[in-house]
C-alpha cells in the first residue's frame, strides 16, 4: 500500500484507499467511546453491588475460577458442575474484594466448562494476580496480540483505529473473552505463511485451545500447498496436547472428551443464549425454524463454506499474489460454517476486512465500495440489541454479506496482472 499522506476530505485517498483524517478521527472516537462504556459499566457495577444490588459479572469471571481451581484441585474437577460452581463463587467474590452477600454471588451462575485442556495453560497464570489486575492484563496482553496481525496488513495509523473502533473489539472487552487472543494468533499465522512457514503453523497451532475457530483452516492450508505450515500446525497442536496431558493428567483429557456429548445435545435442548450468537443455526432457531431443520441448514453451510475455501486457495496457488483475499476468506468463512460462534468471536472478521482494504486500492475501488466494507463492520455493533429487541440474528446475514464483498475483490484481484495484484 503506498505510503503517501491520505485525503483530508470525506471519503478516502482516490489512490491509496486511505481514509480520510474525519473517518481516522471518528474511528478514534468510537474506540474511546468503548472505554469509556466499558468504565461506566465497571463503575455502575461496582456501586450497586456495594448498595446491595447486582454485580457486574463477565465471561472471564468463569476463566479465572478455572485458574482458581487449577492452583488447588485435579483439572479434570474443571467438567465437574459443582466443583466449578464452587470457585465461581470463589470469583465472584475476588472480584468484588469479598464484600459480596452469599445472594449477591449467586448471580454468576454455574456454566459449563467446554475448553480443552490446551487453554489450562493459557489461564493458570491468572490465579497469581487478583482479580481486577488479571483481567486488565489478560485484556491488554491479548489486545495486543490482536493487534499485531493488523498493523503487519495495513499501516498502524490505519490499523489501529480499524481494530479498536471494530464492533468485535467492543464485544470482546464487555465480555473478557478470548476473541483477541484468536483473532491474533490465527491472523498473525495467516500473515507469515509465506515468509516464515513454520512460525506461521505454531502460531495457528496455539489457536487450537478454542479447535472449532480453526476448523477451515487446515482445508485451507492444503488447497493452498502450505505443507510445512500444516506440518508445522499439526505438530504445534500435538505438543500442546502433549503438555497439558502431563502437566494436568490424562484424567482431564478424558473428562473433556466425555463433556463433548453434553456441550452438544445443548443445542436440543435449547440451553443456549441465541441472543450473541452468530451462527447460522442461531440465526433461524430464533426465526422460529424448527431446530432440525436449522442444523440441515447449518450443516449445508459449513459444506459450502469447506468448497469455497478450498476452491479459493487451490486457485491461489498461482496467484501468491492474492494470499491476503485468501486469508480475508477463510477468516469470514470460518462463523459461517460454525454453529457456535459468538459475538465476540467475529474479531476474526477486523484482520479480513483490512486484509480487503489493502486490495482495494489495486483494483481501482471507489469510495462506495470502501464505505460499504465499513459499514457492514460498523453494522455489528447493532445486532445484539436487534436480537434482543425483535428476536432476529442479523449476524450470519452480516457475515454473509462482507463475505460476499470479499470475494467480488478476490474475483477481480484475479483478472489483475500478478505484477499489480497485492
Known amino acids: 500500500m503506498s505510503s503517501r499522506p491520505g485525503s483530508a476530505v470525506s471519503g478516502s485517498d482516490p489512490d491509496t484507499g486511505r481514509p480520510a483524517t474525519a473517518v481516522l478521527l471518528s474511528a478514534w472516537l468510537v474506540a474511546c467511546g468503548y472505554l469509556g462504556y466499558a468504565a461506566w459499566a465497571y463503575y455502575a457495577g461496582y456501586r ?12 472471564f469471571t468463569p476463566n479465572y475460577a478455572a485458574s ?17 460452581g464452587a470457585y465461581h463463587l470463589r470469583a465472584a467474590q475476588a472480584a468484588y474484594a ?72 467492543f464485544f470482546n472487552l464487555m465480555y473478557g473473552q478470548t476473541g483477541f487472543l484468536t483473532a491474533g494468533l490465527l491472523a498473525l499465522g495467516l500473515c507469515h505463511l509465506r515468509g516464515q ?17 480453526g476448523v477451515l483452516i487446515p482445508v485451507a492450508l492444503l488447497a ?10 499439526a505438530l504445534t497442536v500435538a505438543g500442546g496436547v502433549a503438555v497439558s496431558a502431563l502437566v494436568y493428567g ?33 440465526t433461524l432457531a430464533l426465526a422460529g425454524v424448527p431446530v432440525a431443520t436449522a442444523w440441515l441448514v447449518q450443516y449445508a453451510a459449513a459444506g459450502l463454506m469447506v468448497v469455497l475455501v478450498a476452491a479459493c486457495w487451490w486457485r491461489g496457488r498461482a496467484r501468491p499474489d492474492t494470499l491476503g483475499l485468501q486469508a480475508a476468506i477463510v477468516c469470514c468463512a470460518t462463523p459461517l460454517a460454525l454453529p457456535m460462534v459468538f459475538l465476540y468471536d467475529l474479531c476474526l472478521l477486523v484482520p479480513a476486512v483490512a486484509w480487503t482494504w489493502r486490495q482495494l486500492p489495486a483494483d481501482g475501488a471507489g469510495a462506495a465500495e470502501r464505505a460499504a466494507l465499513l459499514a457492514t463492520l460498523g453494522a455489528f455493533l447493532a445486532v445484539k440489541a436487534v436480537a434482543e429487541s425483535v428476536g432476529l440474528q442479523l449476524g450470519a446475514l452480516l457475515v454473509a454479506l462482507l463475505l460476499a464483498q470479499i470475494l467480488r475483490r478476490y474475483r477481480l484481484a484475479l483478472a489483475l496482472p500478478q505484477e499489480v495484484g497485492r
Open 197 to 213: 512457514p513454520l512460525l506461521a503453523g505454531v502460531l495457528i497451532g496455539l489457536a487450537s485451545f478454542k479447535p472449532h475457530l
Open 98 to 169: 469479598d464484600r459480596l452477600a452469599p445472594e449477591q454471588t449467586h448471580i454468576v451462575g454455574n456454566t459449563r466448562w467446554m475448553y480443552p485442556p490446551t487453554f489450562n495453560l493459557y489461564l493458570a497464570p491468572l490465579a497469581q494476580f487478583p482479580y481486577l489486575t488479571a483481567l486488565l492484563l489478560w485484556t491488554l496482553l491479548t489486545a495486543l496480540l490482536y493487534l499485531a496481525p493488523l498493523t503487519t496488513i495495513l499501516p498502524a495509523r490505519l490499523a489501529l483505529p480499524l481494530a479498536l473502533a471494530a464492533p468485535p473489539a
Open 250 to 282: 490424562t484424567a482431564a483429557w478424558l473428562a473433556f472428551l466425555g463433556s463433548l456429548g453434553y456441550l452438544l445435545d445443548g443445542f436440543a435442548a435449547n440451553a443456549y443464549n441465541f441472543m450473541p450468537m452468530t451462527s447460522v443455526l442461531a
Open 48 to 59: 450497586d453491588a456495594a448498595r446491595g444490588g447486582i454485580p457486574l459479572f463477565t465471561d
Open 224 to 233: 493452498g500447498g502450505y505443507w510445512r505450515s500444516f506440518a508445522s500446525a
Open 68 to 84: 482458581l481451581l487449577l492452583q488447588d484441585e485435579p483439572a479434570e474437577r474443571l467438567f465437574d458442575r459443582d466443583r466449578i
